[in-house]
């Protein structure tokens, strides 16, 4: 089982361009989320979505915009780079809050 | 504001030595709580839950928390480290009377020396 996928695992940015990252699961879950991961700060939730056409703000929304066009992606957008955004990101995903949350292996961006 | 804290950023330990990590919270009401861990260069990978029913739960690899309500507190232990649970450890909570979001700890970084 694929569980979890991100895409791209790595990427590097400059200052002020866009890009879109991926996360599909294949366990027709209905939550997802979005976090970054910062040296010392653990993880950050940036967005989530309880369902297919939902999108909900986490911690530390600026900067970023997601959408759950379809039920198995999430994706997350950086509309104009910026240096403290370099950190590492990770997807998950899980059934409902009963239940335990499968995590992608991660996406590490830097912009320069 | 609500929050999810961990007592120790780094821990150092001998192999065979007993592992405590602290984890607090401050949201009240029902929660859900959890432990993950992230073996260097990994994603995270679920060592043990808690939902409901016995307050102290058993997880993979010999790992065990104990849930105690009154303290708001879940913390992690393991009775004899090995060098291989060398590895991050983070708390997260999922409090249901706020939202859907599922937030974790800043962590907690497990040294096991040979």
């Known amino acids: ?112 | 504001a609500q929050s999810v804290s961990q007592h120790n950023h780094h821990v150092i330990l001998s192999e065979a030595a007993s592992l405590e990590l602290g984890c607090n919270y401050s949201y009240g009401g029902t929660v859900n709580l959890f432990w993950y861990v992230q073996y260097p260069g990994q994603h995270l990978q679920l060592l043990l839950k808690y939902f409901s029913g016995d307050p102290l739960v058993k997880g993979i690899k010999g790992f065990e928390a104990e849930f105690i309500k009154s303290k708001f507190s879940f913390n992690l232990r393991k009775p004899s480290v090995q060098w291989s649970d060398t590895a991050e450890y983070f708390c997260a909570v999922n409090a249901l009377n706020y939202g859907q979001n599922f937030v974790f700890g800043p962590g907690t970084r497990l040294s096991v020396l040979p």
């Open chain 1, 1 to 112: 089982n694929a569980g979890v996928t991100q895409t791209p695992k790595f990427r590097v940015l400059k200052t002020g361009q866009s890009m879109t990252l991926l996360c599909a699961q294949d366990m027709n879950h209905e939550y997802m989320y979005w976090y970054r991961q910062d040296p010392g700060m653990g993880l950050r939730l940036i967005h989530y979505s309880v369902g297919e056409g939902t999108t909900a703000k986490g911690e530390v929304p600026d900067g970023y915009n997601v959408s759950r066009l379809k039920k198995q992606n999430f994706l997350l957008g950086l509309e104009s780079a910026a240096p403290s955004q370099t950190s590492v990101y990770f997807c998950a995903s899980r059934r409902d809050p009963s239940t335990a949350a499968f995590f992608g292996q991660g996406t590490r961006l830097t912009v320069v």
